[in-house]
T-cell receptor, first 112, second 113 residues
Framework: GESVGLHLPTLSVQEGDNSIINCAYS??????FIWYKQESGKGPQFIID?????DKRQGQRVTVLLNKTVKHLSLQIAATQPGDSAVYFC???????????FGTGTKLQVIP | ETGVTQSPTHLIKTRGQQVTLRCSSQ?????VSWYQQALGQGPQFIFQ???????GRGNFPPRFSGLQFPNYSSELNVNALELDDSALYLC????????????FGPGTRLTVL
C-alpha cells in the first residue's frame, strides 16, 4: 500500500525566515498532491495543490515543488509567521479524489 | 470557516459499545468522506459516500459503517468499540465527487475506555 513519510517530524524556524517542509511518497501512480495545514483543535485546511504534470506551483507565500523522478515534494513558506505554526500534511492521491493518503505530518514551530 | 460541522465535539464510550457521529455540510456538497486520526498521526481514510451510497473504502472493518442523507448530513457508526478506536474522527465534504477540494470539519474526539 501507499506509504507517505516526512523527513522532519518537527521544524523550528525564526519568524520571518523561510520554511521548507519535505515529503516522500511511494506510489508512483499518485497524480495529484495536496498540502494541508492542521492547527490544534481543528480539521485539516487546504493550502495548495499540484498535479503530476507540473513541477512547481505558487500561491500566496507558499510554493510547492514536485519531483516525480524521486517521488518527493516540498512545501516552501516564505516569511514564516507565528500563524503558520501548525502540523503540515502532504496528501498524494490516485485518481484525484477518491482516496486521500495522509503522511504522519510535520510540526512547524515559529519562534517569535 | 469551512461550513462543515460535526457533533458531538467530544465523546467517551466503553469498550463494546456502539457510537454514532454526525456531520453536516454546506448545501450542495453531495460527497462526504470520513477519516480517523489517531494522536500524532495523519488522518486515515475510512470511506466516502456519494449521493447516499458508499463509493470508496479504506482498510477499516465492517463494524465501521456510514449513512448519508438527502439533506447532505451524514453519520459514521462504529459497533463493538475497541480501545484502539480512540481517535479524532473527521468528516470532509466536496461539492461533487469529481471535485479535488475537500472541506474538513473540526472533528469529534472519541475516547474508548
Amino acid at each position: 500500500g501507499e506509504s507517505v513519510g516526512l523527513h522532519l517530524p518537527t521544524l523550528s524556524v525564526q519568524e520571518g525566515d523561510n520554511s521548507i517542509i519535505n515529503c516522500a511518497y511511494s506510489n508512483s501512480a499518485s497524480d495529484y498532491f495536496i498540502w494541508y495545514k492542521q492547527e490544534s483543535g481543528k480539521g485539516p485546511q487546504f493550502i495548495i495543490d499540484i498535479r503530476s504534470n507540473m513541477d512547481k506551483r505558487q500561491g500566496q507565500r507558499v510554493t510547492v515543488l514536485l519531483n516525480k523522478t524521486v517521488k518527493h515534494l516540498s512545501l516552501q513558506i516564505a516569511a514564516t509567521q507565528p500563524g503558520d505554526s501548525a502540523v503540515y500534511f502532504c496528501a498524494p492521491t490516485v485518481g484525484g479524489y477518491q482516496k486521500v493518503t495522509f503522511g504522519t505530518g510535520t510540526k512547524l514551530q515559529v519562534i517569535p | 470557516e469551512t461550513g462543515v460541522t460535526q457533533s458531538p465535539t467530544h465523546l467517551i464510550k466503553t469498550r463494546g459499545q456502539q457510537v454514532t457521529l454526525r456531520c453536516s455540510s454546506q448545501s450542495g456538497h453531495n460527497t462526504v468522506s470520513w477519516y480517523q486520526q489517531a494522536l500524532g498521526q495523519g488522518p486515515q481514510f475510512i470511506f466516502q459516500y456519494y449521493r447516499e451510497e458508499e463509493n470508496g473504502r479504506g482498510n477499516f472493518p465492517p463494524r465501521f459503517s456510514g449513512l448519508q442523507f438527502p439533506n447532505y448530513s451524514s453519520e459514521l457508526n462504529v459497533n463493538a468499540l475497541e480501545l484502539d478506536d480512540s481517535a479524532l474522527y473527521l468528516c470532509a465534504t466536496r461539492v461533487d465527487r469529481g471535485s479535488d477540494t475537500q472541506y474538513f470539519g473540526p472533528g469529534t474526539r472519541l475516547t474508548v475506555l
